[in-house]
């Protein structure tokens, strides 16, 4: 009998700062116009890698930049710790940059009220040694929805177990709403 | 034909309640809405310390110079993903063989064409190629290099397209892709991994998706 590809994971617990987030039936979470949002307890041991899709919508960000975190335990890894290889595709242009000893890693750019979309892949977060991710993304650069791709690989040097994840909105008064979906890839 | 009740004791075991209401080890099936399954090989076969696979279907191993992965492509599934991670004795590039009834499909030098794009820092640069086999990505001692690959159609009788999407290097970090095509229309039920030097240890897991 085959087994099922992914297991949708339910974090253990939430925690955020603005309007609303609520952990739905299945597990996935909805927020409303938050600033930041920590999902705890959802990678554990019986599972190495992870697939999370999220969908981004922009709250009074002219063009933000959302990043994420590992937590454990309910504390963000915050340390200078990340580095970063992304690269951006714009019409006719392509470019690249590295951040190192990055505190946070960019998963993606928001724009006000136009949905935005990724997929992450995450490699051995609650294992005890560095953790790989990258992420998929599109973005809708302007008002006129050109999209644009930003793709980040990212890793962090630390070999520390991570039972969750903080998604953050850089800048003063920029929010972030939608919702996120985190899957346990079987083995 | 009462409902048959699951209890799911933690991801790997199961348990059916019976008749006089005790609870025994059962596999339930699917639900209809599951996307993807996770491929059980029918065997497996590898040069090396060890490789072996769980209960479940995925492959550890450790220490190996090529590892092959027999009866996980079927006609059950047209597109399949395989996720991996992985670390090394030495730096190397993860490469992969198509295989069926366990022989690698080898046989010329120009069946799989290759496009590869690197981003490393400010450049950005992107090359193709054809060869006897073709990449996944870069590998180091330091990092355990995760990458999730996309087949389509491999054991279907036509052509078959496949796409990597990487991340890895503990020290910085890259992003190196891959998309490739493999010119002849066999039907493909395996694959074989294996570094370019040194060895790897990891685990890798394979996952048909639902049509």
Redesign the interface.
Known sequence: ???????LIEPTSIAYTGTSATIGANGSVTFTACSSLSLNGVFTA????YLMVARWVGVNAPSAVMKYRLRASGTDASAANY?????IASSTS?????G?SQTAIRVANISPGQDQGEIM????PF?S??T???N?SVWPYNTTNDPTMM?????H?LSTSYDGVTFLCEGAGNNFSGRVTVY???? | MPEITYGRW???EVMERVLDGTWVTA?????AS???????PTSIAYSGTSASI?T???VSFTGVTSLSLNGVFTGDYDNY?I?T?ANSSGVAIKRLRLRASGTDESSASNYYTIQDIT??????NGSRGVNNLTNSASIYA?????D?MYFYGPYLAQPTAGRV???????????QDQAWTHSLSNAYDGFTYFPSANNISG?I?V???KG
């Open positions: 009998m085959p087994t099922a590809s992914g297991i019986d599972y190495d890698n580095t970063e290889q992304y690269i392509v470019s690249a940059a590295r190192t892949y995450l490699y051995g294992l040694q560095p790989a991710a990258r998929v793709d980040v690989a990212n890793t040097s346990g890839m079987r083995q | 933690s991801p790997t596999t339930p099936p699917e639900p599951t996307g993807g399954v996770l491929m059980m769980s479940l279907g995925s993903m996720a991670w981003a490393d820092g400010t450049t950005v330091t990092q355990r290099v995760g999730t999407v990487t991340a890895g290097d503990a020290s910085s970090a890259v992003i685990r897991a996952y048909g998706l």
